[in-house]
């Protein structure tokens, strides 16, 4: 049986229509665990491993998110994931960004952006696993 990949464009759009469903009030309201699940776990996986329903259609792997402070050498480098997270930086190895820009899309909904953001960032930093020895 052939497996469809969804192209990289298509992913956005229906992760952007996910978004643009969340009224700014209902993602203010919500927690850091939640506006993962909201935003990130269709992708990250409901645990940030990188394993969510939607992952094996993309091309590359998506990184492990509780891993990200273990890559750092133990620090977890909030401002580069809100960069990441928002749209201002992104990951050169993997080519064309395929993750959505949340920042432009909770700006669009009339949320705070920063401070969903940093809910969200709280989140990952709390998720972090510790390094390999």
């Known amino acids: 049986m052939r497996r469809h990949r969804f192209t990289p464009a298509v992913l956005i759009a229906l992760c952007g229509a996910l978004s643009a469903a969340a009224t700014a009030e209902e993602l203010g309201g919500y927690d850091g665990p939640?506006?993962?699940?909201?935003l990130?776990?269709?992708?990250?996986?409901?645990?940030?491993?990188?394993?969510g329903p939607v992952a094996a259609s993309f091309r590359t792997k998506l990184p492990d998110l509780?891993?990200?402070?273990?890559r750092r050498g133990g620090q977890f480098p909030d401002e580069k994931v809100r960069q990441?997270?928002?749209g201002r930086a992104s990951v050169a190895a993997h080519g064309v960004r395929d993750m959505p820009v949340w920042g432009n899309?909770?700006?669009?909904?009339?949320?705070?952006p920063d401070a969903v953001m940093s809910r969200l960032i709280?989140?990952?930093r709390g998720i972090q696993k510790p390094g390999r020895s």
């Open 84 to 86: 990441i997270i928002d």
């Open 66 to 70: 509780t891993g990200i402070a273990a």
């Open 40 to 51: 990130c776990a269709s992708c990250h996986g409901p645990g940030g491993a990188g394993d």
């Open 122 to 124: 709280g989140y990952l």
């Open 34 to 38: 939640q506006l993962f699940k909201r």
């Open 105 to 112: 899309d909770l700006k669009a909904a009339g949320a705070d």
